[in-house]
């Protein structure tokens, strides 16, 4: 909430081999009063169908990784869509943000290997022989393109500010 205020309809596209992550993404949006509006990339259906679909109801595109819907050659129709339904898309990556995407959330590798050495040492320490659960991420970063936001007519709080926020280390 703290980027996209009034945001209530969150579209997320995917192939049917993440389609389970719908679940679990809706819940989460729902926990925070969002709506999840989902797409399944059929294999035999052109990229811009569902795209044109969820861009004309929601208010934003969560972008998650998937090689189907997120690669070289797709990329652009993506962005270029989101461009025409002025629609911001929220990418996973410093990458997709510099092709286009408004804002990013990633974890860069040294931020993912300091959380797996925490991970290690907590379960040495306590003598578990056993892996712990997967968790998300601990430590992120956050990327602005501020040229997308200028164009689509948003106003971004800093990188800095944001990871702050996001963190809860920010003075309201």
């Known amino acids: 909430h703290w980027a996209f205020p009034n945001a209530k309809r969150v579209g997320v596209l995917v192939s049917a081999a993440q389609a389970p992550v719908h679940e679990e993404i809706g819940a989460a949006l729902r926990s925070r009063g969002l ?12 990229l811009i169908e569902p795209l044109e679909r969820l861009f004309s109801q929601s ?10 819907v997120f690669n070289r050659t797709t990329v652009q129709s993506v962005l270029l869509t989101s461009y025409r339904y002025h629609d911001p898309v ?3 990556s410093r990458s997709l ?3 286009g995407a408004l804002v990013s959330l990633y974890s860069t590798p040294t931020q993912i290997g300091q959380q797996s050495g925490e991970l290690v ?7 578990y022989s056993q892996l712990p659960s997967p968790v ?9 393109n501020q040229q997308v936001a200028r164009s689509l007519g948003f106003r971004m709080l800093s990188e800095a500010e944001l990871e702050r ?8």
């Open 136 to 144: 998300y991420p601990r430590y992120f970063s956050v990327s602005v």
């Open 90 to 92: 929220v990418g996973y």
């Open 35 to 46: 709506t999840l509006i989902s797409e399944v990339l059929d294999p035999q259906q052109k």
């Open 59 to 68: 208010d934003l595109m969560l972008g998650v990784p998937d090689a189907e």
């Open 97 to 99: 943000t510099r092709a």
């Open 121 to 127: 040492l907590k379960q040495f320490e306590s003598g």
């Open 165 to 172: 926020r996001l963190t809860g280390t920010a003075d309201d």
